[in-house]
């Protein structure tokens, strides 16, 4: 099978990833990595693999980050007008990891990846839009939509885990 991994820039050095890609592909998996270092990569990346998608013979499109860049790539999708026979899949490496931890992926990345790998796995997922705004896990309305985890130093966010977006 075959996957296309955008991952996060700031988890490039991960190396229980490394390992994971490398066991896989030790077992015959093709695994494409694009890394993202600008704002935007993810949506130029879903961009090329939306255009070249039947070519490249892709099985998965697996966001490797957390909630945010699952989010981005699902967003660039609808806006790229991505056929609906793409699956995609999460490789959780957030702060919360709230969507993988509520569906069950695992956040240990060779089993997240085995089961992006797995086409027993795929299942359709609701999506909303709001205000011009994708969403696939949860929204707030009122005062708290006010406060965020993206203003916080990557430091802190490390050092309040989950509460960090609580």
Do not use: C
């Not at 699902?74 to 995609?88: C, E, F, M, Y």
């Not at 969507?99 to 359709?124: F, K």
């Not at 997922?125 to 994708?134: K, M």
Request: charge should be negative.
């Amino acid at each position: 099978r075959k996957l296309l991994l955008i991952l996060h820039g700031k988890r490039l050095d991960d190396d229980l990833v490394r390992e994971a890609i490398q066991q896989l592909k030790l077992e015959g998996h093709e695994i494409q990595v694009k890394v993202t270092w600008d704002s935007g990569d993810v949506d130029q990346f879903v961009k090329e693999a939306v255009e070249l998608w039947d070519n490249q013979s892709y099985d998965t499109l697996v966001a490797g980050g957390g909630d945010g860049t699952l989010n981005e790539l699902v967003a660039a999708l609808l806006k790229h007008d991505a056929p609906q026979h793409i699956s995609i899949a999460q490789l959780p490496l957030g702060t919360a990891n709230d969507l993988a931890s509520a569906t069950g992926i695992s956040l240990h990345p060779l089993d997240a990846l085995r089961l992006a790998l797995d086409p027993a796995n795929i299942h359709p997922i609701d999506i909303a839009l709001v205000n011009g705004e994708v969403f696939m896990n949860l929204t707030t309305a009122g005062p708290v939509s006010e406060v965020s985890s993206k203003g916080m130093s990557d430091a802190l966010k490390k050092a309040l885990g989950p509460a960090a977006v609580a």
